[in-house]
């Protein structure tokens, strides 16, 4: 797994640069996701027997994000949980499906199904439901800044 995460620290700090300090949290991480699924595709990824996780930081500016790799060797599901962050999750291999609720009414969803090298961008306040299944790889960047609600 340490190829793969030196190459997504690079891909980061490549983005990073072209980005610049201008853009939203949720631009620069749509954009994000297409550069790390490209960047995926060219690794060949390890396989695993149980569940693996690793973990990095990365500061650029006044954005910090956490980047988080992980291996599933079991089924996962999470039950209608509020996204607390701004995220993005791209799945290297496996499956997961997302349920996304409207935030007036938990009854209305749209449902989505990412399989391999697929994303997802969420911003922060999203109310989801996800089911992982077993042997899947994700990796999940969450962005940790403390931004100022605009709407209020």
């Not at 695993?48 to 990095?56: A, G, I, P, V």
């Not at 079991?74 to 993005?88: G, H, V």
């Not at 291999?93 to 391999?116: A, C, E, M, P, W």
Request: charged content about 25%; glycine content about 2%.
């Amino acid at each position: 797994m340490n190829q793969l995460m030196e190459s997504i620290d690079k891909s980061i700090s490549m983005h990073c640069e072209q980005i610049g300090k201008k853009a939203s949290i949720i631009s620069f991480l749509d954009n994000l996701k297409f550069i790390l699924v490209d960047e995926i595709k060219k690794i060949e990824i390890p396989s695993y027997s149980e569940n693996e996780e690793q973990e990095f930081n990365k500061n650029f500016g006044d954005n910090d994000l956490s980047v988080i790799c992980k291996y599933y060797s079991d089924q996962l599901s999470k039950i209608k949980s509020p996204i607390t962050k701004d995220y993005l999750s791209i799945v290297v291999s496996g499956q997961k499906s997302i349920r996304v609720f409207d935030n007036q009414s938990t009854t209305i969803s749209s449902s989505l199904n990412l399989f391999k090298n697929m994303g997802l961008v969420l911003p922060k306040n999203t109310i989801i439901s996800e089911l992982i299944s077993k042997e899947t790889f994700i990796i999940d960047v969450i962005s940790n800044n403390k931004n100022i609600d605009i709407e209020k």
